[in-house]
């Protein structure tokens, strides 16, 4: 149960979000282009960020940019 303490976690690295357009989910409304994220944790194929929800939420890297 890691997970819970993730928003504590200090922060890895910053992204930032190039685009929003899922085909598959609705990620318009917590992610914004061009805003920049801090990473909380990371695996092979998610970023773990708090989102505009001020939450925690997972990402496909695709919706990103290294900074």
Request: hydrophobic fraction near 30%; include cysteine.
């Given at each position: ?20 357009d ?5 990620v ?11 990473v ?28």
């Amino acid at each position: 149960m890691i997970h819970k303490n993730w928003e504590n976690n200090k922060t890895i690295k910053k992204i930032e979000c190039v685009h929003a357009d899922a085909k598959k989910f609705v990620v318009d409304t917590t992610l914004t282009p061009g805003k920049t994220y801090e990473v909380k944790n990371e695996t092979d194929e998610f970023y773990f960020i708090i989102d505009n929800t001020n939450r925690i939420g997972g990402f496909y890297k695709e919706y990103f940019k290294e900074l």
